[in-house]
């Protein structure tokens, strides 16, 4: 009997380092057929576009082929223009990455204009500028250790330009001993490849250094793209209050001094582009005309 006990649990003991040993087996052989996980860029969306700046955002998406989970140690990224590298970065947050599965991760890359202009000068008079991106993402894995992977993706990137606000003259349009009547001329200059409205604007005149007018206004007037947009503005002058000065000023044929100040509200005809308050501030000489 006490013969037989032994021999029950030998079996049972027997059986136990079998499935062990074959579950290890198993283990093992699924650490030997590890794989190197895959990665591309998905998508690339933009998340922001100002006068200022443009952001965009690369969907990287990674395959895990293994059944086993893989740790996202980081990435690193080196964006270029034009074939020379303009920003780089990398980050080291760690995620995990599915077993058998997919998962999606972010890069996230800001492009300042001011920054990119004064890079390439160059690409001030182009619409779009080439851009590749370069990186690497890293993952952790059993037996493959620390992994690089590469990815690389290029493409268009649009340059906006912001728009200019010149001060392009004065016409008199009615002359009296005590009034004038004239009109001021603004320029607007589109030197992109979408449409401007102008939603509002504030100004001064300064004719040889004394305020001859200030104003503002609503108007919304549309300027095509790559083109000029002349805005009339009707002022009127009190002689009576301003002077015999303003008035020689007005009637004679003479070049004044101006300064043109003030700022404009632009909006676009791209919905993700915000509306932008231009500044102005224009000097220069000029002669009214009649």
Not at 116 to 145: C, R, W
Request: hydrophobic share 40%; glycine share 6%; proline share 4%.
């Amino acid at each position: 009997m006490q013969n037989r006990s032994i021999i029950k649990t030998f079996l049972n003991i027997l059986f136990i380092a079998c499935v062990t040993y074959f579950a290890g087996c198993a283990a093992l052989q699924e650490i030997a057929n590890i794989k190197k996980p895959t990665a591309i860029v998905d998508r690339v969306r933009f998340t922001g576009m100002t006068f200022d700046a443009v952001d965009l955002a690369f969907d990287v998406k990674i395959n895990n082929p293994n059944p086993i989970a893989a740790t996202l140690a980081g990435f690193d990224f080196d964006f270029l223009i034009e074939n020379k590298s303009f920003l780089t970065g990398n980050q080291t947050n760690q995620t995990t990455i599915a077993s058998n599965g997919e998962s999606v991760i972010n890069i996230p890359v800001s492009i300042p204009f001011k920054q990119l202009f004064n890079t390439y000068k160059s690409i001030s008079q182009q619409d779009s500028a080439g851009f590749q991106l370069k990186s690497g993402i890293t993952v952790q894995l059993p037996v493959l250790g620390n992994t690089r992977i590469p990815i690389s993706y290029s493409g268009k990137l649009p340059v906006l330009k912001l728009p200019k606000v010149d001060f392009a003259g004065i016409n008199l349009k009615k002359l009296s001993l005590t009034r004038a009547d004239l009109e001021l001329k603004m320029n607007v200059d589109n030197p992109n490849t979408f449409g401007l409205n102008t939603k509002a604007y504030n100004f001064k005149l300064f004719i040889n250094d004394a305020n001859w007018a200030n104003g503002a206004a609503n108007d919304n007037i549309q300027v095509r793209q790559k083109s000029k947009q002349t805005i009339a503005i009707p002022i009127s002058l009190n002689l009576f209050e301003m002077g015999r000065t303003a008035h020689d000023l007005v009637s004679g044929n003479r070049s004044l001094q101006y300064r043109f100040v003030g700022d404009m509200n632009v909006g676009t005809t791209i919905p993700m582009v915000g509306d932008v308050a231009i500044p102005f501030d224009r000097t220069g000489n000029v002669t009214i005309t009649r």
